[in-house]
């Protein structure tokens, strides 16, 4: 079941004020339900701080967007074709997750790339089952783990 | 080289033993206990990890992550179960136990993770009792502790 937050309680867990959430949620940066006249979150829609391996992959998905914007069919195609081949695996125990993906990607490419780039948990938990492999070039994708080695080391 | 994470219950449990409700994501994180530094786990990264082509082959990846990740009961190592296989890997692979990684779960206490534990419990796979006990052991602060205990003290009332 997801946990519902007030605004009171997302304030809180942000560290700003509850005007700031309202604001948030008025100007479509946070999603939310009403539960009668009052505004409800979900936790995991709540942008949070990420671990070191969750901003890796975050990294590495953003270098995939760019291969997204510059051919969507191609990239989106590869991406349909993994979660095909995974959900047929009889070791496959991610389909909650693979499923997910398949709708995410029938919503298209901005949602797509709203879940490559997004701060959130879910977004966090979407990515760490990424359908995105064999996307980019062998050696372009290590490229993009040596510059993420190298901007970690320096941090 | 440690499984640690939601996929180390594979190393008690095949795939056929598990209830459905206890999915995983399609990640494996691996802890190099002997290294001295990253460069084993860079190198798990960039061979086998995310957006590699065994990730694309397999439907699943190894991270690379450190020790101090993942919060542990005392004793975990005395616990660990050990494969001896010779097919696909040059080291034993071992993993963590299945009451230590729910006490690990417990600690973290994200949504997907009471759900893991929680579809164990349901399917008489994890002793809530040891649950408990493996959770008054764990390496962390005092909060992460209780919040922790507090999470666990639910399951034995399912």
Redesign the interface.
């Known amino acids: 079941m997801d946990e519902l937050l007030t605004t009171g309680q997302v304030a809180a867990r942000l560290g700003c004020t509850r005007q700031h959430v309202v604001d948030l949620c008025e100007r479509g940066d946070l999603p939310f339900v009403k539960v009668g006249t009052h505004r409800r979150i979900r936790a995991r829609d709540l942008p949070r701080t990420l671990t070191d391996d969750q901003r890796r992959s975050l990294w590495y998905h953003h270098a995939v967007a760019g291969a997204l914007v510059a051919d969507p069919a191609e990239v989106l195609g590869r991406a349909r074709d993994n979660l095909e081949s995974w959900l047929a695996k009889p070791s496959n125990r991610a389909t909650p997750w693979l499923e997910e993906w398949q709708r995410i990607l029938d919503e298209g490419v901005e949602s797509v790339l709203d879940v490559m780039t997004s701060p959130t948990q879910r977004a966090a938990d979407l990515r760490q089952s990424t359908p995105f492999a064999g996307v980019l070039a062998r050696d372009e994708r290590e490229r993009v783990l040596q510059q993420w080695t190298d901007l970690r080391r320096s941090a | 080289m440690l499984v640690i994470g939601s996929q180390s219950i594979l190393g008690t449990y095949d795939?056929d033993g598990?209830p459905s409700a206890?999915?995983?994501?399609?990640?494996a994180?691996l802890v190099f206990l002997g290294a001295r530094d990253?460069r084993p786990s860079?190198q798990v990264?960039?061979l086998i990890?995310?957006?590699?082509?065994f990730?694309?082959t397999h439907?699943v990846?190894a991270?690379g992550?450190?020790r101090g990740?993942a919060i542990l009961p005392r004793g975990w190592r005395r616990r660990v179960v050990t494969w001896h296989r010779t097919d696909s890997l040059p080291a034993s692979p071992r993993f963590l136990e299945r009451h230590d990684l729910a006490a690990s779960k417990l600690a973290r206490g994200?949504?997907?993770d009471l759900r893991f534990v929680g579809a164990l419990v349901d399917a008489g796979l994890l002793d809530p009792a040891v649950v408990a006990a493996r959770v008054e052991t764990l390496e962390a602060a005092a909060g992460v502790v209780a919040a922790a205990r507090a999470r666990a003290a639910a399951f034995r009332t399912r």
């Open positions: 795939e598990l206890a999915t995983v994501s399609i990640e994180d990253r860079d990264n960039v990890g995310e957006g590699s082509d990730h694309a439907g990846y991270e992550v450190e990740v994200e949504e997907k």
